[in-house]
């Protein structure tokens, strides 16, 4: 498929759950529903379409704004330029002492990878966890459901590279959350 008709599909998917939401919003029929009452005629036409052009445009500006603020957010990431590093430092101290040093790197990002498949679990709320290793670093990496189709065909010992959030850091144990696929070899933002 064309790189442009691909680029409106996913505008088309990111429209339409904005717009539904303005068209059927109960603020504007319940304003149409008064304004045919108290003025006992129905809705014109024109009146009608107007509400549609409005309620289109807004939602344009809408699916925009979310996706202008993930792209902020996506520049906006702190990254960790070695975990290794990170558990090394942390393994010099008892697990209190390192439990509230690692809490400075919490909300960081990391890329791991190239890293192994271990096992993959869907959560009940419809996230997927995976368990992975790098070298002699341990994760567990929590997926939302929109990466549902590409996780649930990995296989054990398969190698891939993901980016992640640091949720926690636990001996050589690093919890992910906000975790995202990336090709093998990609090189971190």
Same mark, same amino acid.
């Given at each position: 498929?064309?790189?442009?008709?691909? =680029? %409106?599909?996913?505008?088309?998917?990111?429209?339409?759950?904005?717009?539904?939401?303005?068209?059927? #919003? #109960?603020?504007? %029929?319940?304003?149409?529903?008064?304004?045919?009452?108290?003025?006992?005629?129905?809705?014109?036409?024109?009146?009608?379409?107007?509400?549609?052009?409005?309620?289109?445009?807004?939602?344009?500006?809408?699916?925009?704004?979310?996706?202008?603020?993930?792209?902020?957010?996506?520049?906006?990431?702190?990254?960790?330029?070695?975990?290794? $590093?990170?558990?090394?430092?942390?393994?010099?101290?008892?697990?209190?002492?390192?439990?509230?040093?690692?809490?400075?790197?919490? #909300?960081?990002?990391?890329?791991?990878?190239?890293? +192994?498949?271990?096992?993959?679990?869907?959560?009940?709320?419809?996230?997927?966890?995976?368990?992975?290793?790098? #070298? +002699?670093?341990?994760?567990?990496?929590?997926?939302?459901?929109?990466?549902?189709?590409?996780?649930?065909?990995? +296989?054990?010992? +398969?190698?891939?590279?993901?980016?992640?959030?640091?949720?926690?850091?636990? =001996?050589?144990?690093?919890?992910?959350?906000?975790?995202?696929?990336?090709?093998?070899? $990609?090189?971190?933002?």
């Amino acid at each position: 498929m064309a790189p442009a008709v691909s =680029d %409106f599909f996913r505008f088309l998917r990111a429209l339409w759950p904005e717009w539904i939401v303005l068209l059927t #919003g #109960g603020t504007i %029929f319940a304003a149409l529903s008064i304004w045919g009452l108290v003025g006992k005629n129905a809705i014109s036409k024109p009146l009608s379409w107007g509400v549609v052009a409005a309620t289109f445009v807004m939602a344009c500006f809408r699916a925009w704004r979310t996706a202008d603020r993930a792209r902020a957010e996506r520049a906006e990431r702190v990254f960790i330029d070695s975990p290794k $590093a990170v558990v090394e430092a942390l393994a010099k101290h008892t697990s209190v002492v390192a439990e509230h040093l690692s809490n400075d790197y919490v #909300g960081q990002w990391i890329k791991v990878g190239p890293a +192994e498949v271990h096992n993959v679990r869907r959560l009940g709320s419809g996230r997927i966890q995976v368990f992975l290793t790098s #070298g +002699e670093i341990e994760y567990s990496a929590f997926f939302s459901r929109r990466w549902k189709d590409r996780l649930m065909y990995l +296989e054990l010992h +398969e190698v891939v590279s993901i980016l992640g959030q640091i949720e926690s850091i636990s =001996d050589n144990i690093i919890t992910l959350a906000n975790c995202e696929f990336q090709p093998v070899g $990609a090189v971190t933002p």
